[in-house]
């Protein structure tokens, strides 16, 4: 059977300052698959890794769009580290063997974070996603970045505010006709019902939002024909990954 | 007028006994308590309103407190209807759902929020299992 791939969210979100260099080397150390981040595009075109749209500055919140990356390179994090670049972010790890996904909020950011992929030549490692909070359909995100990049990597999410109806929301069919592999779901609402819909329908299915001991054995147990959830998000990565090798390996 | 106040003050004490519940099973239940201790401490205000009513709890670093009235230390606040609040803390409606209708108003931190309500379903999921026990 295979094993359920593991993101740190955040890098290892709740072990660190998130999306900072050191909780993204933390993750990597801990002994991740991947690293799930979200990313923002500055007014001249550079990529942030931040969860925040708006940066504090002098006491007032400006969008990331209306910054220079000169200005948020003058910005703080909490441990007093400087919020990363993508370049920064995969020049630190462009050589461990890891995958990236990152949340967009607009087609522009997804073009640019390929763009800076191909450079680094780490294009077939990346994932972009909807973010949970984006009630946009899948063709308004991802239409123009399936034009711009054929293979790259799309994965759906289902917005919370349909998190107790998703199956009338999956947009399976934008999902064959825009070649999304795989779909989010936040844990308190992925049945096993909805797994396996997802997987009869040949999609990938992630769970997100998990924390707890409790649901992160509940996940890594449930397969469908044999095969395991395909991945699990969680700002606690060392004991998702610790659970995986107690329960999986058996 | 006595009706409703009466109504109303069993509406407040059965959310109350809730909670009270939550923070004796931090006590007493391994579980529930090793995951407050990885939890950093959050102080939560809950604004309720018809009848209007108001509680803090603080969770994380292995603790789950509870207290009526108003605390000038949240780092998160909650206001919602007394009805809904009873409803999504019984299962009955679904949080997230309630916050994309406005029903339910979070200020500050969400991602914290969301770590909260998952954990008030934890707890409500361990406190029925024990008391099964309890009642066999």
């Known amino acids: ?250 | 007028m006595n009706e409703i106040k009466i109504k109303d003050d069993v509406e407040m004490s059965r959310i109350m006994e809730i909670f009270y519940g939550f923070e004796r099973l931090s006590e007493e239940n391994l579980e529930f308590r090793q995951e407050l201790d990885e939890l950093k401490t959050n102080i939560v205000q809950t604004k309720l309103d018809n009848p209007d009513f108001a509680y803090w709890v603080e969770f994380g670093n292995g603790k789950f407190k509870v207290g009526k009235g108003e605390t000038s230390d949240a780092t998160l606040n909650i206001k919602c209807s007394s009805e809904i609040w009873s409803d999504i803390l019984a299962g009955r409606k679904d949080s997230y759902s309630e916050f994309f209708k406005s029903n339910l108003k979070i200020e500050g931190d969400l991602q914290y929020a969301v770590v909260y309500l998952d954990l008030l379903e934890l707890a409500s999921e361990i406190n029925q299992e024990v008391e099964v026990v309890y009642n066999e």
Request: aromatic share 12%; proline share 3%.
């Open chain 1, 1 to 250: 059977m295979n094993k359920t791939f593991v993101w740190g969210h955040r890098g290892a979100g709740f072990r660190d300052v998130e999306n900072s260099m050191s909780s993204f080397k933390k993750a990597v150390d801990m002994g991740v698959d991947g690293i799930k981040t979200e990313a923002q595009l500055s007014k001249d075109g550079e990529i942030f890794l931040c969860f925040q749209q708006s940066l504090r500055k002098n006491g007032e919140y400006v969008p990331i769009k209306d910054l220079d990356s000169s200005e948020i390179r003058t910005l703080r994090l909490d441990n007093n580290e400087s919020v990363l670049t993508l370049s920064e972010f995969f020049s630190e790890f462009k050589d461990d063997n890891i995958r990236y996904n990152f949340d967009i909020r607009d087609p522009e950011i997804g073009i640019r974070i390929i763009e800076i992929a191909r450079k680094f030549k780490v294009i077939d490692k990346i994932e972009l996603a909807k973010p949970v909070t984006d009630g946009s359909l899948l063709p308004e995100i991802f239409g123009k970045i399936r034009e711009f990049d054929k293979n790259v990597t799309l994965i759906n999410t289902i917005f919370l505010k349909y998190a107790n109806n998703m199956k009338e929301h999956l947009e399976l069919n934008s999902m064959r006709e825009l070649n999304i592999q795989g779909i989010n779901v936040k844990y308190n609402f992925a049945t096993f019902e909805l797994f396996k819909l997802v997987k009869e329908n040949g999609f990938k299915f992630y769970v997100w939002g998990l924390l707890f001991n409790r649901p992160m054995q509940k996940f890594l147990k449930m397969n469908y024909k044999g095969q395991p959830v395909d991945a699990m998000m969680s700002n606690f990565p060392d004991r998702l990954l610790r659970l995986r090798n107690e329960i999986q390996n058996n």
